[in-house]
């Protein structure tokens, strides 16, 4: 519901995806047409294609990735010919992860799916892959009647994915056990694809979100580059979230190839390469406020500072909510710029605070050449400060420029 | 000493784990000593777990074999390392063959044992055209029963997966899933034939393995291609242990 007051806008302006299909009509903007979401095409291509196609997705952090797979999924289920299937690393321990957990978490939650969807299994498909987990997880038949005595309908699928989230013993059995049997995980996931396709008359695709938040980069490293080839194996379509800093990787191209194509979403800038205002991108900025709250209860100058001062979708909102407690405090039923700016200075020293004189050294330079590249391969600088969001990349239409995150300019200037 | 069946009751994967650790036992009692320890193998992944876990433990020297004269050069210089390791090619050579046959004393006059890594399909070869090294080998370790994807441990439980991949195989869409099913039922029946001993189940194996193989041929898909092909072998090596007169 749009907000009429400052206590429902906080309420508003939450810094998670959109999800369910009331959110999107309440609060969902579209994009400006020159940096547009990928979606659309996503969806023209799985529509037009026969075989299982596999993308890669990729966005900087906060960016608006995991509302557009949500809107994607929204659009695939309101299409009589397509189940997607949404899968989130959340649901293990995102500090520990090998592709071998994801592809177990991948098999449950396509059973799962079924189940809530009403779609039958063939009994012998879900035994046998019933079996397998039994097996490689070492789970004991007193565990699972103890988990489901507990309540809340915890079967043996429910509690090895509780189990692969908090026991890192369970990863470990899991892990060696797979070591030599992944082909035969991979083989089970696809007969559960076959077999749910068939009964539901309707193509799986496979929505594999926040695989790009892999925590290390080690780990990001060999999910991706060393088993990216188990991830094309899966039968069925399949968008899979992918680490923006491995995109700067000399192998990403490698990488890229094994898949059918990958797809970027561009943040949105509210200003031109030359720093003056683009209008479309503040008109959106501007859209995002206005669908979650009346503008009388911003400030034209404070909506003005934040937008200018942000430049990123998540960070925008994150500053609008907060600017909302600001205001709130201060008894006053409208953000002022003073409110924003309080925010934006606590987000500022966030950032400042971990900032070495080499990094000071690279956003400088790319707040003058708006050009950002790493001396060397072994030269992780600009990636890192793209990673932490430090620095921000901007595409409108095909113009490519990098900016300093718009929040540190007063910084990089000081300087 | 042949350890490990060529089927028959050798597809527990725990046993192959086993017999990985008996052959690092063996090669611990073999440091310092010329020996010829044979691997049969056929899976890659197994082939790579298994150099890796020698690796881990001993200082090797792993050497893929392209050319006889590699493996002369090795046995008469190689000093520095406790086990050598040679992979021989999928096609093995008459120069390869005979490196093997005619300088087969080396293997035992060198200060390290041999592992010689080969298929099921080379193993062949080696017995018909390098027989003296046949008969000059140590142990033999069958680590081939692991590219049979499935595990069984009863006729029951390859009864109900055959049931399932035929009720899959009759409602998939995806050719290449086709495939996959065609071949996973070959290997079903492969290993039924290993508990049964029943020609018939090595001979309906070997009708899926062929129209896996047609199948994946029109399709061009090569990785399929080679799964289906290198199954077949197993099958007509199987078939030629049944028959041996077939192939005089």
Not at chain 2, 14 to 34: F, Q, S, T
Not at chain 2, 37 to 51: A, G, P
Request: aromatic share 8%.
């Amino acid at each position: 519901m749009r907000a009429h007051d400052l206590v429902q806008a906080f309420k508003n302006f939450k810094v998670e995806p959109l999800k369910s299909e009331e959110e999107f009509k309440e609060f969902y903007v579209e994009r400006p047409e020159q940096t547009p979401s990928p979606i659309e095409e996503i969806l023209e291509r799985l529509k037009l294609s026969d075989n299982p196609e596999k993308y890669l997705f990729l966005g900087f952090r906060g960016c608006g990735k995991s509302t557009e797979l949500y809107r994607l999924k929204i659009e695939l289920e309101n299409l009589k010919e397509f189940l997607p299937v949404m899968v989130s690393i959340y649901e293990l321990d995102v500090n520990d992860i090998d592709i071998r957990d994801f592809l177990v978490l991948l098999g449950i939650k396509l059973i799962q799916t079924a189940k809530e969807k009403g779609i039958r299994i063939d009994a012998s498909v879900e035994e046998d892959f019933r079996d397998f987990l039994t097996n490689v997880s070492h789970v004991r038949e007193e565990e699972i009647k103890t988990a489901s005595s507990i309540g809340g309908g915890v079967d043996l699928f429910g509690l090895i994915k509780a189990k692969l989230g908090l026991e890192a013993t369970t990863r470990e059995t899991i892990r060696k056990e797979l070591t030599l049997k992944i082909t035969e995980l991979i083989s089970r996931i696809n007969n559960l694809i076959i077999e749910i396709e068939y009964e539901s008359k309707k193509m799986i695709v496979i929505i594999a979100d926040d695989l790009d938040k892999l925590t290390r980069f080690v780990q990001a490293e060999d999910f991706f580059y060393k088993n990216h080839r188990l991830l094309t194996q899966i039968s069925a379509h399949a968008i899979y979230t992918f680490p923006i800093s491995l995109g700067f990787d000399v192998r990403f191209p490698h990488v890229a190839n094994a898949f059918d194509d990958y797809f970027t979403i561009p943040q949105v800038p509210p200003f031109k390469k030359d720093g003056n205002i683009w209008n479309e991108g503040f008109k959106f900025y501007e859209n995002v406020v206005a669908r979650r709250m009346d503008l009388n209860l911003i400030g034209e100058d404070a909506l003005k500072k934040a937008i200018m001062s942000t430049g990123k979708l998540s960070e925008f909102i994150s500053i609008v909510r907060e600017s909302c407690i600001y205001a709130h405090r201060r008894r006053d039923s409208k953000i002022r710029v003073e409110d924003v700016r309080k925010a934006l200075d606590k987000l500022r020293t966030f950032y400042s605070r971990t900032l070495t004189e080499e990094h000071m050294e690279v956003l400088r330079s790319v707040h003058e050449t708006k050009d950002a590249r790493d001396r060397g391969v072994e030269d992780r600088i600009v990636r890192d400060l793209l990673f932490s969001l430090m620095l921000v990349e901007y595409k409108v239409d095909e113009e490519l420029w990098y900016e300093v995150n718009p929040l540190l300019i007063p910084v990089v200037r000081e300087e | 000493m042949v350890r490990g069946q060529p089927v028959a009751n050798s597809s527990s994967e725990g046993r192959i784990v086993e017999e990985i650790e008996a052959l690092i036992d063996e090669l611990e009692l073999l440091k310092g000593e010329g020996s010829v320890v044979l691997v049969i193998v056929n899976s890659r992944d197994v082939k790579e777990k298994l150099i890796n876990k020698i690796v881990e433990r001993f200082n090797a020297n792993v050497v893929e074999v392209k050319r006889g004269q590699e493996i002369i050069d090795m046995l008469k210089k190689g000093e520095n390392f406790e086990v050598l390791i040679l992979i021989l090619p999928d096609e093995l050579t008459e120069d390869i063959l005979n490196a093997l046959n005619n300088y087969r004393e080396l293997f035992y006059r060198c200060g390290f044992p041999s592992v010689v890594i080969c298929n099921l399909d080379t193993l062949n070869k080696i017995i018909n055209y390098a027989p003296d090294f046949w008969r000059y080998r140590g142990s033999v370790y069958d680590l081939t029963a692991v590219i049979l994807p499935m595990k069984f441990s009863s006729l029951e439980e390859v009864g109900r997966f055959i049931d399932m991949c035929n009720y899959l195989l009759s409602i998939v869409k995806n050719d290449n899933e086709r495939v996959r099913l065609l071949i996973e039922l070959a290997d079903a029946y492969v290993h039924k034939f290993a508990m049964t001993a029943d020609e018939n189940d090595l001979k309906v194996a070997e009708d899926f393995a062929e129209k896996a193989l047609k199948i994946a041929e029109e399709l061009k898909n090569e990785v399929l291609i080679k799964e289906a092909k290198d199954l077949l072998k197993i099958i007509r090596t199987y078939n030629s242990y049944l028959s041996p007169e077939a192939d005089r």
